[in-house]
């Protein structure tokens, strides 16, 4: 009798654990350039808000645009390839500016070494001459810097107006097309029986605290901001209990938008 009772107590023990919230650690990181101009390196994403989602926002928004009948404004290929030309001018007057910030403080550097020798010495004389070639080379790549900055702001002057009058419209068209939407994502929450919950990523990149939910069917929805894109992330998860689900967000599984 006492072991049918053991035993039906650990059944119902099972079955609660089963249907208890379960917990999702969610980890953000990206791969960057190395501040040192070497390789790339990994930086966790941190104060980025993390949500999981008993419904697919993507299927709702896809359904409404559709319905909507009026397509959304395209971005002109046009556009898109100006702020790509854009962005490699960035990329190259901070090139620039990087090898400057190098030369100098390598000058700087050399002036500190040079004040412990004498100038007859012939470490003072190796260390002189290489003192002049970068002195040399400071001045070229300071007026390389400063026209290859002069060509970034003058594209990016000519792409602010045409990628703000996109932006406007296709604000606009989705503030008709998705008019209702919160509505729609609370009625598919109710109808899912499960919560949505946030979070917000530590200084480790990594969500945890509130994301505790029943055991049920998700999407981990999240952007992060780049520049001249946005990445986006809308997972499918299946939450099961038991042990914590790992769930990773990196380029590799993001969608990349472009940021007007």
Not at 87 to 109: F, G, H, P, S, V
Not at 147 to 152: A, H, P, Q
């Amino acid at each position: 009798m006492r072991c049918r009772f053991l035993l039906f107590s650990l059944s119902l023990l099972i079955a609660a654990s089963a249907c208890g919230p379960a917990e999702v650690v969610v980890t953000m990181e990206i791969d960057v350039a190395s501040p040192d101009g070497e390789g790339m390196v990994t930086r966790p994403l941190s104060d980025i808000e993390v949500r999981l989602l008993p419904y697919d926002r993507d299927a709702v928004f896809d359904s409404m645009a559709s319905a909507f009948g009026t397509p959304e404004p395209p971005i002109p290929e046009e556009l898109i390839a100006e702020r790509e030309r854009v962005q490699e001018a960035q990329e190259e007057w901070q090139n620039n500016q990087n090898r400057w910030n190098l030369i100098r403080d390598t000058l700087q550097k050399l002036t500190t070494a040079l004040e412990q020798y004498n100038r007859g010495e012939a470490t003072y004389v190796v260390l002189f001459r290489e003192w002049n070639d970068f002195d040399g080379e400071l001045g070229d790549v300071e007026r390389q810097m400063n026209r290859s900055f002069e060509n970034f702001t003058g594209l990016q002057e000519g792409t602010i107006e045409a990628s703000n009058t996109i932006r406007m419209m296709r604000e606009n068209w989705g503030d008709e097309a998705f008019s209702g939407s919160f509505e729609v994502f609370d009625a598919k929450r109710r109808a899912s029986g499960l919560d949505a919950v946030a979070d917000t990523t530590d200084a480790s990149g990594i969500a945890r605290q509130n994301l505790k939910v029943k055991p049920g069917q998700y999407w981990v929805y999240a952007r992060y901001e780049l520049a001249y894109t946005e990445l986006y992330w809308n997972i499918p998860i299946e939450v099961i209990g038991g042990e914590p689900l790992q769930v990773s967000l990196s380029r590799a599984n993001a969608e990349e938008r472009i940021k007007l």
